[in-house]
């Protein structure tokens, strides 16, 4: 007889406007520039720590398309993860460094991060959720069946489709999560 091996629950987290601080210029939003720009948004440090001692995964999935265009180095998104697991208790950081002329299968709204973490991790999509704060976050998160919040700073962009919870930072998703 086999033994049924027991799935974990995740929270997956964009980086940019939902961890940290994202630069936002006419109605779009964009990444830090620079390692020295990149900070923390006030409550994440609290919210994830408290969603980590509630049991949860705690998985990074960002996409940083500036690698691909030459706006940005890999070296210094790097440098940015490494400095948000000392902060973080993260248990992984997925990043598509592709542009969506690429079509990619794990760049959002596909939600190829989402299953590779799933794969590796054994997590119960269905159990899980997602913060996001971009139509793309969110419809990643709904094609693999997780609960999805949506921080809407009001970008000039598409809003979601379907279903998701709005709230107005992680530390809001975090409370209604646990």
């Known amino acids: 007889m ?8 995740a929270v997956f987290l964009d980086r940019d406007g939902v961890i940290n601080r994202a630069r936002v210029v006419e109605g779009k939003s ?20 408290d969603l980590k001692m509630a049991g949860f995964l705690i998985i990074v999935v960002t ?22 697991g000392d902060w973080l208790p993260v248990d992984a950081i997925y990043v598509c460094y592709h542009t969506d ?3 990619c299968l794990c760049r959002k709204p596909k939600p190829g991060m989402l299953e ?43 809003k979601p489709e379907a279903t998701y919870q709005k709230v107005d930072s992680l530390a809001s998703a975090a409370a209604l999560i646990i």
């Open 63 to 84: 996409n940083q398309p500036d690698v691909a265009t030459g706006l940005q180095s890999k070296a210094i998104v790097e440098s940015m993860h490494k400095k948000l």
């Open 2 to 9: 086999r033994q049924q091996v027991s799935k974990t629950r």
């Open 30 to 49: 964009y990444p830090p520039a620079s390692l020295e720009d990149f900070e923390l948004l006030p409550g994440v440090e609290q919210a994830v720590n």
């Open 116 to 158: 590779q973490a799933a794969h590796e991790f054994n997590i119960d999509l269905a159990q899980s959720f997602l913060v996001g704060d971009r139509w793309k976050d969110i419809e990643a998160g709904q094609r693999v069946g997780c609960r999805c919040f949506f921080i809407d700073y009001a970008y000039q962009e598409r």
């Open 101 to 103: 002329e690429d079509d």
